[in-house]
């Protein structure tokens, strides 16, 4: 592991601690509010799919933590 990935892994775990939880936090109470709606209400699909992503993005920066890659998408 290079200088670079040991420093992009740092970036990203500050990343995942200031940004990534609490987004996925707020993220997955909506995501649980709305998931039901869904049955009756099909146009809530778009949402609760943008939510998941939410809910998903500590595992992007997670595996931008163990790659040290500068990009994780």
Known sequence: MGSSSILFSILW?????ILGWPI???CAG???LFLPFTA??????????LLLK???LPL???KGIASGNSSIF
């Open 30 to 32: 909506f995501y649980t």
């Open 60 to 62: 992007a920066l997670g």
């Open 54 to 56: 939410g809910v998903q």
């Open 40 to 49: 009756c209400i099909p146009d809530c699909s778009g949402l609760t799919d």
């Open 13 to 17: 775990l500050i990343v995942l601690l």
């Open 24 to 26: 996925a936090g707020f």
